[in-house]
C-alpha cells in the first residue's frame, strides 16, 4: 500500500508531497515539530504533545494553525490511511511561504501543515530494549534554546551520526561545564549505585520529554527515589543503570557508555520494570 501525507489541507500520495521552496520551514527552520508514538493503533502521551506543540508554536510566535481538535483529527487520520498500528506520526507546523527575509513576515500568513506517519518494526524495537543499547558522549553544539522542538536539528544529526559511526545508538550531549544534557534525539537517565534515579532538570538546556514526564510520574508510582539534576560523564559510566527516554524509543536500555560496560553490562531491573509500566496501557 502506497503511503500517504497530509498537505496543507490535502491527503496526497507520499511521493507527491511537498512544499514551496521558500517555506520558511525549509529556508530558516522556522518551524516546529511533534513525534506521537503509535502502539497499538493509538497516540501514546498526546495530551502532552498537544501542550507542548502549542507551546514551541508560542515560543516562536506563532500561532496555531488550526483548531487542536482539528490537528489531532488529521494526525489519527494520517495513521489511518497509512494502516500504522505500531511506529511514529509525526506532525510540522512552519510559518508559512513568504519572500526570502530574516524579519517575520506580515501577519496572517498561512502556515505549512504537514503530517506523515510510518511503521516500525516492533520486534526489532522489543529486541533492542532486551539487549540494551551503546551511547557515547559528544560535545554539545545546538542553540541556547533546545526546549523548543524546532526543526533546527543540524547539530543533534551531527550528533547522531558520530555515534552511528562509533556503532552506539545514541549520543549523549555534554556541556561546557562537562555535564550531560540529554541525547541526541532523546532524554539522558542514570541509576546510582544508591538506586536513585537521575535525570535532568528541565531547563532551556533540553527538551521537555513527553515520555521523560510520564516516567517522572510512573517512578513516583514506584516510589523511587528521583534527582532532576545534571550529572557527569563520568558519574554516568559509574551507575548501576542507565536509559533513555523519547517517544520512538520508550524506555530503552544503555548498556555501554564510550565503550564501558554500565553496571552488570545488560538492561537493569528499575530499566525493564518502568519500560514495562509505560507500556502496559498499550497492552
Avoid at 494502516?83 to 527575509?101: E, F, I, P, S, W
Avoid at 553544539?141 to 524546532?150: E, L, Y
Avoid at 543540524?154 to 545514541?170: F, P
Amino acid at each position: 500500500m502506497s503511503r500517504i501525507a497530509f498537505v496543507n489541507g490535502r491527503y496526497v500520495p507520499f511521493t507527491e508531497a511537498m512544499v514551496h521552496i521558500e517555506d520558511r520551514g525549509l529556508q530558516f527552520a522556522d518551524a516546529i515539530y511533534e513525534v506521537f508514538a503509535v502502539r497499538d493503533g493509538r497516540l501514546l502521551d498526546a495530551e502532552g504533545h498537544w501542550k507542548r506543540l502549542e507551546r514551541s508554536l508560542g515560543e516562536l510566535r506563532q500561532g496555531v494553525p488550526m483548531a487542536m481538535v482539528s490537528l489531532a483529527g488529521h494526525v489519527a487520520e494520517t495513521v489511518r490511511r497509512n494502516r500504522v498500528r505500531n511506529g511514529l506520526a509525526y506532525l510540522q507546523v512552519t510559518r508559512g511561504v513568504a519572500k526570502r527575509d530574516h524579519p517575520f513576515p506580515p501577519a496572517g500568513l498561512p502556515q505549512t501543515v504537514i503530517i506523515t506517519a510510518r511503521r516500525i518494526d516492533r520486534a526489532k524495537a522489543d529486541a533492542a530494549a532486551e539487549a540494551g543499547i551503546a551511547v557515547i558522549t559528544a560535545p554539545d553544539q545546538r542553540w541556547a534554546r533546545c526546549d523548543i522542538k524546532t526543526t533546527a536539528l543540524i547539530a543533534n544529526v551531527l550528533a547522531k551520526q558520530a555515534a552511528r559511526e562509533a556503532g552506539a545508538y545514541e549520543a549523549w550531549l555534554v556541556d561546557n561545564d562537562g555535564l550531560v544534557t540529554e541525547g541526541s534525539s532523546s532524554n539522558a537517565w542514570i541509576v546510582t549505585a544508591d538506586g536513585v534515579l537521575v535525570t535532568r532538570s528541565l531547563s532551556h538546556a533540553i527538551l521537555p520529554g513527553i515520555t521523560r514526564a510520564s516516567v517522572l510520574q510512573l517512578a513516583s508510582a514506584r516510589q523511587l527515589k528521583v534527582e532532576e539534576r545534571a550529572f557527569t560523564p563520568a558519574e554516568a559510566r559509574a551507575a548501576r543503570e542507565a536509559f533513555i527516554t523519547s517517544a520512538g524509543s520508550f524506555v530503552l536500555p544503555v548498556v555501554r557508555i564510550d565503550g564501558q560496560a554500565i553496571g552488570e553490562g545488560r538492561p537493569g531491573p528499575i530499566t525493564q520494570a518502568l519500560r514495562a509500566d509505560y507500556l502496559t496501557p498499550a497492552l
